[in-house]
């Protein structure tokens, strides 16, 4: 960061400490919330209201908790700025995660007020994370954010309309309620693909090339990855509000092609990346959650893409069931699960010793981990669609014992750190 010093310009250090334990604790809240999400997938039907459940911990929970707290650490950080002061970083989390548990308890214990309030709690969160996204890239020494931060934008507006939606379902707006068969299906992908998948797909164009050690590309691969799956979830929406196939087949057509371009993209980049010499567990793990998470993506956009193309605005259509095994534990689940591999030793708390202990033990069992979500994903992306039970169950055991062994590692790998920390006198390290 540079100030100015009697008209002379000097370099001081970008003060990181705060917003590194704002980054940590949000990966640890949302890794809790994975975790209840596989818990959820277990109770009877009656309790977690078919699949909806265990889809608003992992995607409300986990996945927005972990945005909350990393989108506006990596802003900052691809922006060389001070980040914003740590209270609103704190409180964009809290109130995220706090709404997300409201809404459920709320929802499935019928009290539509304590959800509507959650709903307002994980509004005002987004808010807060768009400020402090937003903020570090518009300083004036800051550098332009590109790519990212369009991205990053077009997804926080998306979800403050597609959480606004739901909020007035819960809150009880008589417009919405009778609109709600069609608002649903755009309410789902305005979370699901226009929040969810364009933030993870928009880091991953800096974030992918340095896990892999490679160089980050500036191509048109990267600028159509954004706008296809911003564009086409603008128009999947709006086309199930409207009741308009072709709105919601172009829309389907372009997300399609945002994720092909990600796909490209990795295909581009992996041919620059280092060969590692060591550590080569953690590396593997990391790098091959990513190329896993971004293969399901393929598969989830391609399922999704196959059934609106055929049924255009029909709400039954956009049903989770065919796609909740490639996007849900494959796309999120993986791609939240490497990079936090990825970034508890880069940047979570600890002296270089502990960081060293941290990457071997998350490099423990790395092929078996990945080998084994991957053969679960498999099982459940053909299970849940086709009904087969055993595949289901058997999905579920490999799935959820390898990410489950994933998030135990990680929770061992941030103790580490945290014991380095407090014997070396600083947790924020």
Known sequence: MIQLDSGRARRTAV????????AMAAIAAALAFLCAAAVAAFLPASLRLGTW???????AGGATTAIAGMMPFFSAAFA??????ARVRWASVTAVALGALLIAAGYVAGNLWLAAAGGSAFLAGIVLT???TIVPVRRPLARAGGVVTLGYAAALLLVAVGALLATLFLAGVTPVLQAWGNLRPAHAWLNLVGFVSLVIATTLLHFFPTVIGARILRVPSAYLTVLGLAIGTILVALGFTVRSDWLVRAGALAVFVGALALAVYAGQTWR???????DVGWHRFAMGGLLSAIAWFEVGALVATIRLMAAGADPAAATATAILGPMVPGWVGLAVLASASHLVPAVGPGDPAAHARQRQLLGRGADVRLLAADAGIAALALGLPLGIHALIVAGLAL???SLGGTVVLLVAAVATGLRSAREGGNLVA
């Open 15 to 22: 003060d990181r400490r705060a917003d590194r334990l704002v």
């Open 53 to 59: 459940l265990p889809l608003h911990l992992a995607l």
């Open 80 to 85: 060389t700025t001070q980040p914003v002061d």
């Open 130 to 132: 768009a400020y402090a």
């Open 272 to 278: 620059t990346k280092s060969t590692w010499t060591g």
């Open 399 to 401: 799935a959820g014992l």
